[in-house]
């Protein structure tokens, strides 16, 4: 067996006191301790920045760049974990990509039949990890010590590096089980959706937020699809004051929507998050990560996506009716691929349509978040989420047909 270092970026430092930490989003099982003396390991850059290097009489930076052995990916396909501790290394906090990691890791489970699983700096995501108790979950840090505890050290990181999602999508459950010569598995999480509540007041839940504005569903739409849901059940409203987006929106939609239905203006946890997901009998997603979560529950709901193309993203998951907002523009089509906001020459910001150039001519992701293009583009959505605004109708009427056909009297 040869050896191969960590492609995401670590951390080495050394605490003078014992300390303890919890992600802000996290559940209170995330959080972590750490003793005096100990060396520990993370990827996690704000901890870095608002913790460990904010208190230098408690914690000591070794190495900016440490290296730790970790399996080539050659070897993956074809390495024997039977038995083995086997902790994988992971590069993302998108809720979307650590979701497809737990799909992958049950399947992993399942197939390679490893003594221990163990996922190292999962940070936002580690809500996520923490439902599975088969799986071992650092969730900021790894103290170096327990490290020759694990037999092997697998860093996704030299799979996604190869990606380019800002760009064109791709299916991660996939492409992480195809890495490593597995199949999906479906006892736990199975590709269709859980039966449709039969109540007389279903709970529907329409989560339009997305973390960029880019897929982020446009107030005239959450106001119609509230306008259509509410003669039939209770409507939720999940937002999230924390993002200038969820602000706006929230500020938008507060007169206007129907009486009954509830704006909930986030959540503590993203486990809090997930379960909400989970209760819903019926959920409209943007394009983000609740709409990833319902992978995890088997929940049902519509999808809508834009510049992503939706069949990429949910894989082999039917279990959300996918909406493809159809558009085609002088200069782009949906699905254009787009995943963020492009920065041009000129300093502006935007996507081919808003700007009216080709791709090509936005060869940069903005550097810095800037709270006014994030007012302007709630203001004047990118052409193809206007043409959405602009009548939302089609979309409505396919979420009604959903129902129809899941058996909901309509």
């Keep these: 067996m040869s050896d191969a270092t960590n492609h995401t970026p670590l951390l080495l430092f050394e605490a003078f006191a014992p300390f303890r930490f919890r992600q802000p989003d996290a559940a209170p099982a995330a959080e972590q301790r750490g003793r005096a003396g100990a060396r520990y390991l993370t990827s996690s850059t704000p901890f870095v920045n608002q913790v460990v290097l904010r208190e230098p009489a408690r914690f000591r930076v070794l190495a900016e760049r440490a290296q730790i052995a970790c399996r080539p990916r050659a070897e993956w396909p074809g390495a024997a ?184 203006d986030g959540f503590a946890a993203i486990g809090e998050l997930l379960r909400a997901v989970e209760r819903f009998d019926y959920g409209i997603y943007a394009d983000s990560g609740p709409a990833h979560m319902t992978k995890l529950c088997a929940a049902p709901g519509t999808a809508v996506y834009a510049p992503a193309p939706g069949e990429v993203l949910q894989g082999r998951f039917r279990n959300l009716a996918l909406y493809q907002v159809p558009f085609q523009g002088p200069h782009c089509a949906t699905p254009c691929g787009l995943a963020k906001l492009r920065k041009a020459r000129d300093g502006r910001i935007g996507c081919m349509g808003s700007l009216g150039l080709s791709l090509e001519e936005l060869p940069d992701l903005p550097g810095v978040r800037d709270s006014g293009v994030v007012e302007q583009l709630h203001d004047r959505p990118v052409p193809c989420l206007a043409t959405l605004a602009a009548d939302p109708k089609p979309l409505v009427d396919f979420v009604l047909a959903d129902l129809k056909r899941r058996g909901m009297p309509i």
């Design 81 to 264: 974990f039977e038995g083995r501790s086997v902790l994988f290394l992971l590069p993302s906090q998108m809720l979307g990509s650590n979701v497809a990691t737990m799909l992958f890791i049950d399947a992993f489970i399942a197939a390679r039949r490893p003594k221990r699983v163990g996922v190292f700096c999962a940070r936002s995501s580690s809500d996520i990890y923490l439902r599975d108790r088969r799986i071992t979950t650092y969730p900021l840090w790894l103290p170096e010590a327990e490290l020759p505890g694990w037999d092997a050290v697998i860093d996704l990181g030299h799979l996604e590096s190869r990606r380019d999602i800002d760009l064109w999508p791709v299916e991660m459950e996939g492409e992480l089980n195809q890495a490593f010569g597995l199949e999906a598995t479906t006892a736990r999480y199975p590709s269709e959706a859980r039966s449709l509540a039969k109540r007389a007041r279903p709970s529907f839940g329409i989560l339009p937020l997305a973390s960029s504005p880019l897929r982020t569903l446009p107030p005239p739409v959450t106001l119609a699809l509230a306008d259509a849901l509410a003669p039939l059940g209770e409507v939720t409203v999940s937002l999230n004051r924390f993002q200038r987006q969820g602000q706006l929106q929230a500020e938008a939609l507060k007169a206007t929507l129907p009486k009954g239905v509830r704006i909930v």
